[in-house]
């Protein structure tokens, strides 16, 4: 948060929506390198070091041509966007791909064996490293290249992190994978996964896309920074229990009831701290937003009022992803991520019809989670043997 605020306060909108651009197709192209497997590790019962060192020999398959079609797409997506400066960016972004690989199994690892005090270090080293670069970077006039060099260098650092703690949980031969037909059982929840973490990727960045194409990079920096703030109570205090649901519905699968117990209380303390949160950020958006990111971010205020209406309603799901995760059932979410990834945009284009503003694109976020999000999310629920009802009766 607090590199948002910096780079936000020394780059100005244009940068900042400029480099929420080349993130945004980062976020799309991310997953695809990953391929689910990571996720696979954590949630298959048994595991063998030669499994994961195909895993990591796919992933990097799959993250160099990645980087290729990057090269080749990225000039045709700056004249798109009328912003061929975007286009480096891109290519340079994506080159942690290459990398993401051998680092993404022993992130894994140390998940599957909840070692969270691990993942902290890690990402707290890493997240350190990628501020004062940026930083250093920002305050010499380097704009949205201050921030690219920051995730690349972050993300190099996670994936040592990564290697350093995780190879104590597994022995990977990298140089002896096992073959392929061994590991098939992973690549398929893996790609299950995969499915599920794409389209959850699409429905909160199609968006984007959709905003700087049709209001421009400067009104993309508005909208991102006051969406990055309705994200991070979701993202960061959320994390505390999301993270950790995973992993232990994963050793609760075969119990429905305790999957239950687990789901209800966990649902309830994070309402509890969610709801105040958004109920502030709404009340005192204005404030935020003139502390954080000074006078020239004032058009965000009414962007962030609005979204902090769509984050009291997500509050009441943002659980279920987890949950279904262990339980092995990433297809069910797929389904539900890909009808909100089509209504959501369908009632964002229409809004962006009847009024071409930063704001009608906010609303377009409450309609989605009222009219689409939450009668999907209990369908899920149902689906998978899952009640909300326990959620809302205390």
């Not at 990591?56 to 000039?75: D, E, K, S, T």
Request: aromatic residues 12%.
């Amino acid at each position: 948060m607090v590199q948002m605020v910096v780079f936000a306060r020394l780059a100005g909108p244009r940068e900042a929506g400029l480099f929420a651009l080349a993130m945004t197709v980062a976020a799309f192209l991310s997953p695809f390198a990953e391929a689910g497997l990571g996720q696979a590790v954590i949630q298959a019962k048994d595991l063998q070091g030669r499994q994961v060192a195909v895993l990591g020999w796919l992933n990097f398959g799959i993250g160099a041509v990645i980087l290729v079609i990057c090269g080749v797409a990225a000039p045709w997506l700056g004249a798109w966007y009328q912003s061929p400066e975007v286009a480096p960016l891109i290519v340079f972004i994506a080159v942690p791909l290459l990398f993401m690989p051998f680092a993404v199994q022993y992130g894994g690892l140390m998940i599957r064996n909840v070692r969270f005090d691990q993942a902290a270090r890690v990402e707290l080293i890493a997240s350190g490293l990628g501020f004062v670069v940026m930083l250093a970077l920002a305050v010499r006039g380097y704009g949205a290249w201050a921030m690219a060099w920051s995730h690349v260098l972050k993300t190099l650092a996670a994936c040592a992190g990564s290697w350093w703690y995780g190879r104590q949980h597994l022995h990977i031969p990298w140089w002896h994978p096992a073959p392929l037909r061994d590991a098939l059982v992973l690549v398929r929840l893996g790609l299950f996964d995969l499915a599920a973490r794409w389209t959850d990727g699409a429905v909160h960045y199609t968006d984007k896309l959709l905003v700087g194409k049709w209001l421009g990079t400067a009104a993309l920096g508005i909208y991102n920074q006051a969406f990055s703030l309705y994200l991070l109570p979701i993202t960061k205090l959320s994390s505390i229990i999301t993270k950790v649901a995973f992993p232990v519905t994963a050793r609760l699968q075969d119990d429905s009831a305790a999957v239950q117990a687990f789901f209800e209380r966990a649902s309830r303390q994070l309402m509890l701290v969610l709801l105040p949160v958004y109920g502030a950020m709404g009340l005192f958006a204005e404030t935020i937003i003139i502390t954080l990111y000074g006078e020239q971010w004032l058009p965000a205020v009414p962007v962030l009022r609005i979204l902090s209406v769509a984050g009291v309603v997500r509050t009441f799901v943002v659980l279920l992803p987890q949950v279904l995760r262990g339980l092995g059932r990433p297809q069910v979410y797929f389904f539900f991520l890909m009808a909100l990834l089509v209504g959501g945009n369908t009632v964002l284009c229409l809004a962006l019809t009847l009024d071409n503003s930063v704001n009608s694109a906010a609303w377009s976020r409450v309609v989605t989670s009222l009219v689409v999000e939450l009668p999907l999310a209990y369908w899920l629920a149902r689906k998978c043997g899952i009640s909300l009802r326990g959620v809302f009766c205390w």
